[in-house]
Structures are given as structure tokens and as C-alpha cells.
């Protein structure tokens, strides 16, 4: 949970472009000095330009993968990513592991054979960013025991003007800084860093195209699928829209072919990607195709469960909701997110909705899926939220009765709306407030849970408990963790428990039958 209050910091001041000493000008890259390291800038972020949504067609490229002659490049050699933030990082990771195994490279834990390191990092609130400067310092030394390491930044904060500058005046050590629209580009950009002694800084601030066909390294039964890219909502104390780019979805044919191959490969899961899933296709000028349509095809698919995230209770419409009445391979979570239940507050949020809507929208779901499990998000302590007006969070968090919820501490990030609002909310309030919402949602997670004891739930079995090797662990069509006993054979298929006892993130229960065919 987020500690932090005042106004976010602005390092911008850290470096100014204007004052630098430019070194070299070649075409398409200036080379500056500063405090006596070389950096070599393609593009740098700019907020200006962040902002802008342009209208022109978005480019989907089939023909990016790794030159042959970058194959060799990591031959015994080794790589380490970190990853912070949410699942659309944790998939740019799985797709940057691919990039880097096809160019030779190994993946290990070990720091000290370590030859490259890329933090893959998260700006959604300042917590988030201090953790990736803290990281940044212990690499530090590592660095300087062996410099042959190249040390990369990518991810949301490298999207960010005045992250960057920080990183450039102070972090000279770092090798690589390059944006959430550049990852394609990460062979180049790890060429460029092993053959110059220069930084080398690429992040496009125009919204990206969309690169079909990178490799992708990806583990388990379960995986990840981009179904869009980018946020066009601008909630006014949301960087997405900024770090990640204007709205554009991947053509269905590809989404589909991704899935069914998915499916090919013995994949139980899949979870669709998109920071407002509900957006899909409303970008597309040649066909009528939206988010209800793709759930509709993905109903059709031969894969066991099929789960989306994030929605935006705003573009939630009817049509999805009929299709998800199917069920199937579609199951009965939707992840919500509120942030508030006063609609004076959602309105200085510019989500778009108020209360009443989105409680019309949960009885509207409910009817048709009773059996529904509810997530959400919350933020509390938004500048000039009263107690008046978290109460009302209180109070719908109460009406909906969700399974369980996010629950933040808003956080200023630099360029938002909502950074240069007065926030007049103490900081223990927000706290004492970010309490009593966890304090209520354990409750009603915890009266759910007593509720199930007794019932036989479909399971996919993902390994032994993390606490107890005696017993397995999996996860319920509506994603609950469950632990019970059973032979390790059981591992990766499905079967049924019986609930047998609640707690308020799991429960426990017993087998009731041994791999249920999907
Ligand atoms: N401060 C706190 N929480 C935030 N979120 C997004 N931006 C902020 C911020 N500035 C939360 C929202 C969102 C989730 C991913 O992170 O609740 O749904
Ligand atoms: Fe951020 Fe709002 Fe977009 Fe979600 S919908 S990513 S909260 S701007």
C-alpha cells in the first residue's frame, strides 16, 4: 500500500537538454555529454506529444523478428528481468525473454553471471517507481565489480520525461533506457549498447503500431494474450494513457489464431489483455467487431477457461454481458474496478459513470449470472475526498459484495489532472480510510468463503501448496486458491473438491473426482 502524500516529485530539473553539451550529430540520434558519461538519444520521451491522440490508421507489422545476424549475439551469455507492475508487463517480459533466448542468451537467477539486466518497470503510483530506483542503486556496485553488464530500463517509467532526465543525470551507469513502444526494438538497442560505450535512450512518444509475431517465452498452463494496447480513458490520476499510448486493438484474425494455437499447445487458460478490454475494436474502421464479438469467437474455441482484465464499467455493454451468460470455456469472474462509490468523487476521477450506473450495471450482470464473482479497485484518499464521500465507497462496497478488491492510496504522478489538485486529505486519514476498506472487504471476502463450504467447485490444478508439499494447490473457475490432498499426478489437469473449510483469501477441501476431462 502507497505511503506517500505530497505532490509527486519532478526530477525534470535533473537535466537540461538545452544546457548539454552536444558531442555528436548523426541522423537520427544526438550524442550529448553529461557529467562525464556519453548519451546517445534516438528519441526521448515527451509529454507533450504523450498527450496527443492522432487519427491516423495504426500500422500492424507481421515482418519484426530477429535479424540472423543477431542470433549469436548472447551465445553463453546470460540475462536476469525484473518485472513490477501488473500483467501487461509481466506479458512484455514474456516477450522480451523470447526476444533474448532467440538471440543466444540463457535465463538465470544468478546476478553475478548475470551479462544483461533489464528492469521492466511500473509508474501506476510512486511506490512503484522508488522500488526501481532502489533497485537501480544495489545494481550499481554490480555494475562496477563487472562492466561488461549491461544494465537496461524499460517499461512504463521510461515512458516518463522526468524519469528518464533522472536517470540520465544521475544513473549514469545505466546502459539501455527505451519505452513501452520499443520493445521490438531491444536486439538493436542491445547491439548498439555492447558495440558503443555511449547510453543509449530510445522511447518513442507516439503511439505505437502494433508488432505482430515476436517470440514469446511463456510458462505453465495459463497464459497471457494482448488483445489491445494503450488507454484513451485519461482518469485524471492515471499515467497509462500517457505511458502507454492511444487505444489500438489487434486485428480478431490474429487474437484468434494466438488463442487456438494456445490451445494446440495444450494451454488451459487464457486471460485476455487490455488495460479497457471493453474498447476492443473501436478502433476499427473496415469492420463492426467488438469486445461481446471476440468473447462470442473465444467461446468457440476448444480451451477449458477463458478470463479478461481489465474492464471499464463505462463500455460494459449488454452484448458482452449475453455472451458471457454462455459460459463454457467463459467463466463467471469479471475484475471491475469502482475506484469510488461517490459519484462527485468518479466525476473529478473522469471515469464516466456514477454511482447509480455502475450499481444498475452489477445488477444488470447478476441477474444473468447470479453466480458471478465481483473484483474490483479502489483508490481512497483522492485529493478533496470527504468522509461523506468514502463512506459512499463503504456503502457500495457493502451493495455489490465483492470477493475481493485492490485497494490503493492515490498516489500524484507528474503530468496527471489530478498532480496539481489541492489535496487537502491528511495522510493518516487516507490511511485510516485505506483500513476500514480492507477491514470491510476481509469481511465480506471471508462471508463468501463461509458460504461455499460444502460445495463441489471445479478445480485446474497448479503444483504443490507453497506452504505444505503434502498438499496441491489450484484455482477455481472464479480464480479462488484452493489447497487440498491429492497424488502429484493431479498437477495440471482438472478435478473437483469439496469445500471444506473457509478462510478469508483460500480455503481447503477434498478431492471429489480425479481428472474431469476438459
Ligand atoms: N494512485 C493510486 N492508485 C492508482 N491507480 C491508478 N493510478 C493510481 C494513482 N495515481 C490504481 C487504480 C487502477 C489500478 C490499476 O491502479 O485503482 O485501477
Ligand atoms: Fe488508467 Fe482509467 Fe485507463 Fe484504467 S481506464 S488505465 S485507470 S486511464
Known amino acids: 500500500m502507497t505511503q506517500e502524500n505530497n505532490k509527486s516529485k519532478d526530477y525534470a530539473k535533473y537535466f537540461d537538454f538545452s544546457t548539454a553539451k552536444v558531442i555528436k550529430q548523426e541522423e537520427g540520434k544526438t550524442t550529448y555529454r553529461i557529467n562525464g558519461r556519453e548519451i546517445s538519444i534516438n528519441s526521448a520521451p515527451n509529454h507533450t506529444e504523450e498527450k496527443r491522440r ?39 517480459t514474456e516477450t522480451m525473454k523470447g526476444m533474448l533466448e532467440e538471440m543466444g542468451y540463457q535465463s538465470t537467477e544468478d546476478r553475478k553471471l548475470a551479462d544483461i539486466i533489464l528492469l521492466n518497470t511500473c509508474a501506476i503510483r510512486e511506490n512503484a517507481e522508488d522500488k526501481v530506483f532502489g533497485e537501480l542503486g544495489h545494481l550499481k556496485h554490480l555494475k562496477t565489480e563487472k562492466p561488461g553488464l549491461i544494465l537496461g530500463v524499460c517499461g512504463c517509467m521510461s515512458q516518463e520525461e522526468s524519469v528518464v532526465h533522472r536517470i540520465m543525470a544521475k544513473h549514469g551507469f545505466v546502459d539501455m533506457i527505451f519505452g513501452t513502444h520499443n520493445i521490438h526494438r531491444l536486439p538493436y538497442l542491445i547491439q548498439d549498447a555492447l558495440f558503443s560505450k555511449e547510453m543509449v535512450v530510445e522511447v518513442w512518444s507516439k503511439e505505437g503500431d502494433i508488432i505482430e509475431n515476436l517470440p ?21 490520476y492515471c499515467i497509462v494513457p500517457f505511458t502507454r499510448g492511444k487505444e489500438r486493438s489487434r486485428r480478431p484474425e490474429d487474437v484468434i489464431a494466438e488463442v487456438r494455437d494456445l490451445a494446440r499447445q495444450g494451454f488451459k487458460e487464457i486471460t485476455l489483455l487490455g488495460q479497457n478490454v471493453n474498447a476492443y475494436g473501436k478502433d476499427f474502421t473496415d469492420i463492426e467487431y467488438t469486445f461481446a464479438h471476440l468473447m462470442d469467437d473465444m467461446h468457440k474455441i476448444d480451451i477449458p477457461r477463458v478470463r479478461f482484465m481489465t474492464s471499464h464499467p463505462r463500455d460494459f455493454d449488454d452484448q458482452l454481458i449475453d455472451v458471457l451468460a454462455k459460459r463454457g470455456n467463459l467463466v463467471e469472474h469479471i475484475h471491475l474496478p469502482v475506484q469510488s462509490g461517490s459519484t462527485q468523487m468518479l466525476k473529478i476521477m473522469s471515469r464516466k459513470y456514477t454511482r447509480e ?16 464473482v465481483l473484483t474490483t479497485d479502489i483508490i481512497v484518499g483522492f485529493p478533496g475526498e470527504t468522509d461523506e464521500q468514502f463512506e459512499d465507497t463503504l456503502s457500495l462496497v457493502k451493495e455489490v459484495g465483492y470477493d475481493s478488491a485492490y485497494t490503493f492510496i492515490y498516489s500524484p504522478r507528474v503530468g496527471t489532472p489530478a498532480a496539481s489538485m489541492e489535496d487537502n486529505v491528511p495522510m493518516d486519514v487516507k490511511k485510516e480510510r485505506l483500513q476500514r476498506l480492507n477491514d470491510s472487504i476481509k469481511q ?36 479462488k486458491l484452493i489447497h487440498f490432498e491429492g497424488s502429484k499426478d493431479l498437477i495440471e489437469t482438472f478435478v473437483h473438491v469439496k469445500v471444506t473449510d473457509s478462510f478469508t483469501w483460500f480455503m481447503k477441501g477434498e478431492l471429489v473426482t480425479e481428472q474431469v476431462p476438459m
Open 444 to 479: 465480506s471476502s471471508r462471508q463468501i468463503h463461509d458460504n461455499m463450504v460444502g460445495q463441489v467447485v471445479e478445480v485446474l490444478v497448479e503444483g504443490e501448496s507453497k506452504n505444505n508439499a503434502n498438499m496441491l494447490s489450484g484455482r477455481t473457475r472464479t480464480n
Open 216 to 236: 514469446k517465452k511463456r510458462e505453465g498452463m495459463r497464459a497471457w494474450v494482448n488483445i489491445m494496447y494503450g488507454c484513451d480513458k485519461f482518469c485524471t
Open 54 to 92: 492522432g487519427k491516423e490508421d495504426i500500422q500492424v507489422h507481421y515482418d519484426a523478428g530477429i535479424p540472423d545476424e543477431l542470433k549469436e549475439i548472447g551465445k553463453d551469455k546470460h540475462y536476469i528481468i525484473y518485472t513490477f507492475g501488473c500483467q501487461m508487463n509481466e506479458h512484455d
Open 357 to 372: 450506473q455502475y450499481l444498475e450495471l452489477v445488477r444488470k450482470i447478476k441477474k444473468v449470472i447470479p453466480d458471478v
